[in-house]
C-alpha cells in the first residue's frame, strides 16, 4: 500500500530544518559568475583533458528519462552528490565523500537514517541537507517520466534532525532495494520554488554543484562545456584544472584523437564510426560502455489498442528483427538484443524470457497469418488494403522523441511496416520532455484492467528508452506497476499512469509488490512474470543502448568504470600523460 508524504510531516521536517539551521548556520555564500552560454575558448594547459562526445543538448535532470544522454549521465557524476555509488562489481558502496553513514535503524516501520557529512555543501554555500532528500523523494513520487519511481513510492514520512545533517526517511512497507535511492540530489532551496518547478529543472544547466566539478561555460552554439576544479569542494579536489566535453560527429572524434586533440571519447557510433575507432590502431583502446537504457516498443492499452486482440494483432504485425537492425546500425548495441522484459542483457544474471512456439522459433516476431486471426476476431476487415471495423480505419498514433536516435530512426521503420500491413499510423516526434511530461502521462480512465486517452490527442506507440538495471525488483514495479494508492483513486476516474507504457494489470500486482518489498525473491517472481509480461503486448524491448569507449595515449586513468555507471565517477584521479 503507499501513502503520500502528509503534509504535517512535510511541514515539520522542513521546519525542524530551518530551526537547527539557526544554530549551524552555513557559510556565507560565494559570490560567484553565472555559467556563461558563450565566451571566448579558453587557452589549453597541460592540466586539461578534452573528451569527445555526440552532442551536448539538454535537459541535464538525471531522474527524468527524457534526459537520459551520456552526457547527461557524465555531468551528473561529476556535478551532483550521491548517498551511493555502484563500484567496479555493480554492488553499491556508500559514498564517504558525502555521507558519514547509512543504515536502516527499524524494521517496524521500516526506517532508515541518513548522516551527512557536516562539511558537505553546495557550491553557493548551502549545506547539503534533508530538504535535498525531501524534494527529491516528493518530486519521484509524483511527477511523470521518472527513473524507477518505485522506491520512492514506498516513503510514508521524511523527517530532518540534527541540523538537517541526520535525515530520517519511514517506508510503508519494507524495502530491500533502498541503498539505490538518493542518487544525483538536487539543491532544493534553488528548484524547489524555480520557475517551471520541476519540469524546469536542469534544463539547460546546473545552478549549483555538489562534486569534484563545476560549471564554467555551457556554449550549446559552439557545442562545448567547460569545467574547472569546484573549489568549495570540501574532500579530494580533482587532479586535474579542467575537463572539455565537446561535441562533434564520428569523423571529428576520430580525427581529434588521432590528433592528441582529444583525450578520449565516449559516444554512440555505428558501423563506420567503429570502424573510424578501430583504425586508429592500437594506441587507442576500445570498450563498450552498456547504458541504463533499453530501446523499447510501448504498445499503450488506449485507444484501439484497450482492446487485447487488437493489440495481440498489431504485434504480430511487427517486424522486431528489422526494427532492432535499423536501431542498432552496427553499433556496439549489436550483441545486446534484448530477450527478456526487465533485467537488461549486459547483466550477469540476465536470461532470454522470450517466449518461443512449437516448432521453437520466437512467437514476438512478424507473423501476418496470426495477425490476421486476430485482427479478424476483433471484428476487423481489411477492404483494399486497410484494416477497418463498422466503417472506421484501424488507425494509431506513434511517438518517438524528436531528433533523437535510434528511437526515430525506428519509429520510421515501424510506420513503414505498419502502413504497408494496413494500419494507418500517425508519426509525431516532440520533445523528448514534452512527449514523457505530457502525452505519456495524460489521463486514462482504470476499470477491468483497461485504459483510454480522455484527452484529444493520446499516443497509441511510443518508441522510447525505458530505464533498465540496478535493483530488478524496482526496475520490475516502476516499468510494470499499477501504483500503490489504488485504493484511493474512485473506479473509472481519470488517472495518471502509474508506468509511460499506462500498464496495469492488476492480476499481476501482488507479485510485483511481493518483490518489491522482499516478500518474494526478484528472480523468483520474474520466473512467474515474464511470459504474461510478454503475453500481454504492451512493452515489446528491442536491445540495450551502448556507447563506444575509446581511449588516446595522452590520459591515466580513464577505464569503463562500473557497469552502467561509465569512466566519469573516476574522473578526479585523471591526469595528463603516457599510459
Keep these: ?63 527524468n528519462i527524457a534526459d537520459g544522454s551520456t552526457v547527461t549521465s557524465a555531468l551528473s557524476q561529476l556535478l551532483l552528490p550521491s548517498v551511493f555509488r555502484p563500484e567496479d562489481d555493480g554492488s553499491l558502496a556508500l559514498d564517504e565523500t558525502l555521507m558519514v553513514s547509512a543504515e536502516v535503524t527499524s524494521r517496524s516501520p521500516f526506517t532508515v537514517a541518513y548522516e551527512i557529512r557536516p562539511d558537505a555543501s553546495w557550491s553557493d554555500g548551502a549545506p547539503i541537507a534533508a530538504e535535498d532528500f525531501i524534494y527529491l523523494a516528493d518530486a519521484m513520487r509524483t511527477e511523470p517520466g521518472v527513473v524507477q519511481p518505485a522506491g520512492y513510492r514506498l516513503i510514508s514520512g521524511i523527517e530532518s534532525r540534527e541540523g538537517g545533517k541526520r535525515v530520517e526517511v519511514t517506508f510503508a512497507e519494507a524495502y530491500p532495494g533502498w541503498r539505490t535511492l538518493f542518487d544525483n540530489l538536487l539543491p532544493a532551496h534553488l528548484l524547489k520554488d524555480a520557475p517551471g518547478g520541476w519540469r524546469g529543472a536542469l534544463a539547460e544547466s546546473f545552478p549549483a554543484y555538489g562534486g569534484p566539478f563545476s560549471i564554467k561555460t555551457l556554449d550549446k552554439g559552439r557545442g562545448e562545456i567547460i569545467l574547472e576544479r569546484n573549489e568549495r569542494y570540501w574532500e579530494k579536489p580533482a587532479a586535474v584544472d579542467r575537463l572539455v566535453l565537446r561535441s562533434a560527429d564520428q569523423a571529428g572524434m576520430a580525427a581529434a584523437l588521432r590528433s592528441g586533440n582529444d583525450q578520449f571519447a565516449i559516444a554512440r557510433t555505428d558501423a563506420t564510426g567503429l570502424n573510424l575507432f578501430g583504425e586508429l590502431g592500437q594506441e587507442i583502446d576500445l570498450h563498450r560502455i552498456a547504458r541504463p537504457r533499453t530501446a523499447s516498443l510501448l504498445l499503450r492499452p488506449v485507444g484501439a489498442l484497450t482492446d487485447d486482440q487488437v493489440r495481440a494483432g498489431i504485434a504480430a ?53 496470426e495477425a490476421e486471426r486476430l485482427l479478424t476476431a476483433a471484428g476487423y476487415e481489411r477492404e483494399a488494403g486497410t484494416w477497418s471495423r463498422d466503417g472506421e480505419t484501424l488507425s494509431v498514433v506513434l511517438a518517438a522523441p524528436r531528433e533523437e536516435r535510434p528511437y526515430t530512426t525506428i519509429a520510421q521503420e515501424l510506420q513503414r511496416q505498419l502502413v504497408a500491413a494496413g494500419v494507418e499510423v500517425r508519426l509525431v516526434t516532440p520533445p523528448a520532455r514534452e512527449l514523457f511530461a505530457s502525452q505519456l502521462a495524460m489521463p486514462v480512465e ?38 500503490l494508492d489504488r485504493e484511493e483513486q474512485t473506479e473509472n476516474a481519470p488517472d495518471m499512469p502509474a508506468n509511460p507504457a499506462a500498464f496495469c494489470v492488476e492480476s499481476l500486482q501482488p507479485s510485483i509488490e511481493a518483490a518489491l518489498t522482499g516478500a518474494t525473491e526478484p528472480a523468483e517472481a520474474l520466473a512467474e512474470l515474464e511470459p504474461e509480461l510478454w503475453r500481454q503486448n504492451v512493452v515489446i524491448p528491442l536491445f540495450q543502448l551502448a556507447d563506444t569507449l575509446a581511449v588516446g595515449d595522452g590520459v591515466i586513468g580513464v577505464a569503463p568504470g562500473p557497469p552502467l555507471a561509465g569512466p566519469f565517477g573516476a574522473a578526479v584521479n585523471w591526469t595528463r600523460g603516457a599510459k
Excluded: W
Excluded at 560567484?32 to 562526445?53: F, H, N, R
Excluded at 484529444?456 to 540496478?470: E, R
Design 446 to 483: 482504470s476499470g477491468q484492467g483497461n485504459a483510454t486517452n480522455t484527452g484529444n490527442v493520446g499516443v497509441d506507440i511510443a518508441v522510447v528508452p525505458q530505464p533498465t538495471g540496478g535493483d530488478p525488483a524496482s526496475t520490475l514495479a516502476s516499468l510494470f506497476g499499477c501504483g
Design 317 to 369: 504485425l511487427i517486424d522486431r528483427t528489422k526494427l532492432i537492425e535499423e536501431g542498432i546500425d552496427g553499433g556496439p548495441s549489436a550483441t545486446l538484443r534484448a530477450d527478456a522484459q526487465v533485467t537488461p542483457p549486459s547483466d550477469p544474471a540476465y536470461t532470454p524470457t522470450l517466449p518461443t512456439g512449437d516448432d521453437g522459433a520466437p512467437i514476438a516476431e512478424a507473423n501476418s497469418t
Design 1 to 63: 500500500m503507499r501513502t503520500r508524504l502528509s503534509r504535517a510531516g512535510l511541514g515539520l521536517a522542513l521546519g525542524l530544518a530551518a530551526l537547527t539551521g539557526c544554530t549551524n548556520a552555513p557559510p556565507p555564500p560565494v559570490v560567484t559568475t553565472p555559467v556563461a552560454e558563450s565566451s571566448p575558448a579558453p587557452e589549453e594547459t597541460a592540466s586539461q583533458i578534452v573528451v569527445g562526445v555526440n552532442d551536448i543538448s539538454g535537459g541535464y535532470n538525471p531522474h
